[in-house]
């Protein structure tokens, strides 16, 4: 198995432009989130979907569209870039907490890191 | 706000020697996980306790948790220079679990060989 892969790596962007971070798993994952991380701090959830056609808003979604057509992918859109949204962006999956034991892990993906001037 | 803040933010440490980090937390929580970053890379889980245990082993890490303290720590023994890395203590709230952790600032730990 990948596990979680992020597609680009790095990306320079200019401010207003638009772009999409690609995420996919071949877990057969049910819950998915993408998260950013900046300078010294942990993460922050931006968005987050529990299933194929269900996403929600985590902590910081301003300024970011997701979609989730598929349970392998989870592209995370940026709409009009912004020097605020210079980040490290980390996507994760995990299945749903076991239910007798609550039990589940979170993997990350290995991030993308996203400059904007 | 960050649900989860560890202490102490920074810890540097001799091979050999054991590491305790802390993580306090606000609201009620259904479990708290631990992850290590290493630099540049993805998080790895390391251990999950849930709300009601106390204490929870794996290899050499000892985690315990204080839900009347919403506190937690996180015991590295014998470390290695191979634990350098940040670690964050994560929350999984009641009404949310498993879809939504919030994430503590971490503890970067430095094992000097």
């Known amino acids: 198995n990948a596990g979680v892969t992020q597609t680009p790596k790095f990306q320079v962007l200019k401010t207003g432009q638009s772009m999409t971070l690609q995420c996919a798993q071949d877990?057969?994952?049910?819950?998915m989130s993408w998260y950013r991380q900046d300078p010294g701090m942990g993460l922050r959830l931006i968005h987050y979907?529990?299933?194929?056609?269900?996403?929600d808003q985590g902590e910081v979604p301003n300024g970011y569209n997701v979609s989730r057509s598929t349970t392998e992918d989870f592209p995370l859109r940026l709409l009009s870039a912004a020097p605020s949204q210079t980040s490290v962006y980390f996507c994760?999956?995990?299945?749903?907490?076991?239910?007798?034991?609550?039990?589940?892990?979170?993997?990350f993906g290995p991030g993308t890191r996203l400059t904007v001037t | 706000s960050q649900q989860g803040e560890e202490d102490p933010q920074a810890l540097s440490i001799q091979e050999g020697e054991n590491a305790t980090m802390n993580c306090s937390y606000k609201?009620?929580?259904?479990?708290l996980q631990w992850y290590r970053q290493n630099s540049g890379r993805g998080l790895v889980h390391l251990i999950l306790?849930?709300?009601?245990?106390r204490e929870k082993h794996s290899g050499r890490l000892r985690v315990t948790l204080d839900t009347s303290k919403k506190s937690s720590s996180l015991l590295i023994t014998a470390s290695r220079a191979a634990d350098t890395a940040s670690y964050f203590c994560?929350?999984?709230?009641?009404?949310?679990?498993?879809?939504?952790?919030?994430f503590g600032e971490g503890t970067q730990l430095t094992v000097n060989p």
């Open positions: 609201t009620s929580i259904n479990n």
């Open positions: 877990m057969n994952h049910e819950y």
């Open positions: 994760a999956s995990s299945r749903p907490p076991r239910a007798l034991t609550g039990l589940y892990e979170q993997y």
């Open positions: 979907s529990v299933g194929a056609g269900i996403t």
């Open positions: 306790i849930r709300s009601n245990e």
């Open positions: 994560a929350t999984d709230a009641r009404e949310t679990s498993g879809s939504r952790l919030t």
